[in-house]
């Protein structure tokens, strides 16, 4: 079965940038039928889709995080990495990483919502705060 893992810090300062790790097993991310996202939860909040990276490297951003989250990967790990830099308090949440399902072999998408994930990794808090 599919599983993903994240893993990074749970405490980062004001104004550095956040790092987080999602390793996956049991399906390789370069699959040309899902893509591989990162969604977060502030306290109290909804769910929030930070990006994604699929099959050709593409990434797709939520345009209100776009400026400062870079996502990568690194193939032959199996994981994918989410940069968010310059944070602030209200960055505060948990981080999951998620698989979602391409609407059709290959295409490349530009938004996504949680909801469109179906298997999640179990989330890790990360606080902002000096």
């Known amino acids: 079965q599919v599983h993903l893992q994240e893993s990074g810090p749970s405490l980062v300062k004001p104004s550095q940038t956040l790092t987080l790790t999602c390793t996956v097993s049991?399906?390789?991310?370069?699959?040309?039928?899902?893509?591989w996202s990162w969604i977060r939860q502030p306290p109290g909040k909804d769910l929030e889709w930070i990006g994604s990276?699929?099959?050709?490297?593409?990434?797709a951003y939520s345009p209100s995080l776009r400026s400062r989250t870079s996502i990568d990967w690194d193939t032959s790990k199996n994981q994918f990495f989410l940069d968010l830099s310059f944070v602030t308090p209200e960055d505060t949440a948990v981080y999951y990483c998620?698989?979602?399902?391409?609407?059709?072999?290959?295409?490349?998408?530009?938004?996504?919502?949680?909801?469109?994930?179906?298997?999640w990794g179990q989330g890790t808090q990360v606080t902002v705060s000096s």
């Open positions: 998620a698989r979602g399902a391409l609407p059709m072999p290959g295409i490349v998408i530009r938004h996504t919502t949680p909801q469109d994930h179906d298997v």
């Open positions: 049991g399906a390789s991310i370069t699959t040309n039928t899902h893509y």
């Open positions: 990276i699929a099959h050709t490297g593409n990434t």
